[in-house]
């Protein structure tokens, strides 16, 4: 079936560095793939999303970037803060009203 | 716009009842899709409604139930409630969930002792 892996399920970075998660999925038919952010009794929120015909988004310190073709694609953050520390989840959908998460990433960014 | 509302927000359970929860969209949005997160596993997909129609569904047991009115208002059922069932359910509304922003609501959490 559908499957999205994400790494790595925990990150520790110091406040000023960058923080990168990478996904893969299976379903060759996903054409979207939003990242959420969730924290600590909070519910996920979009940070960012990027459509298949695109390789790479910017929003000021976030970045996504995708490889189709490898079925790859990755959540950059620079210049990390403390308020950067979160749950992060992946996601793909498009294959048929099914969206598949990653099952999370646990950043840490020391002040 | 109002956000996505779940009701209610905790439940306490025993083993062999059933519960049911609710979820408001956004209005405007007629999609309404229903996870379960638990802490070791993610957000595992349970179904999509559209519209009042199930469009797909995840890999759960057919103690897992749904349904979405003509409003758009849905609900989640689960009988015969079992210990594993503890979890945080979310639902998250979309105007189309295949390649747009899912609006989360706050979830149910569900104890099931």
């Known amino acids: 079936g559908e499957n999205v892996e994400q790494h790595p399920s925990t990150l520790s970075v110091q406040e000023g560095d960058s923080a990168v998660i990478k996904c893969t999925y299976s379903d060759s038919a996903s054409n979207y793939f939003p990242w959420y952010k969730q924290e600590l009794g909070k519910r996920p929120q979009l940070i960012i999303d990027i459509r298949s015909n695109v390789g790479e988004k910017k929003d000021q310190r976030i970045a996504v970037t995708l490889n189709k073709t490898a079925k790859h694609f990755s959540l950059h953050i620079t210049e990390t803060q403390p308020e950067d520390s979160a749950v992060y989840f992946c996601a793909a959908s498009g294959g048929g009203f099914k969206t598949i998460f990653g099952a999370g990433t646990r950043l840490f960014v020391k002040a | 716009k109002a956000g996505v509302t779940q009701t209610p927000r905790y439940l306490i359970k025993t083993r062999g009842q059933q519960v049911t929860l609710s979820c408001s969209p956004i209005?405007?949005?007629?999609?309404v899709s229903w996870y379960q997160q638990t802490p070791g596993q993610g957000l595992q997909f349970l179904f999509e409604?559209?519209?009042?129609?199930?469009?797909n569904k995840g890999n759960f047991p057919g103690r897992f139930s749904g349904r979405q009115f003509s409003n758009s208002r849905s609900e989640m059922n689960v009988s015969t409630l079992e210990l594993g069932d503890s979890a945080l359910y979310l639902c998250?509304?979309?105007?189309?969930?295949?390649?747009?922003?899912?609006?989360f609501g706050p979830g149910t959490r569900l104890l099931v002792l």
């Open positions: 209005s405007g949005h007629r999609s």
């Open positions: 409604y559209f519209s009042e129609t199930q469009r």
């Open positions: 998250a509304s979309s105007t189309d969930p295949r390649r747009e922003t899912q609006y």
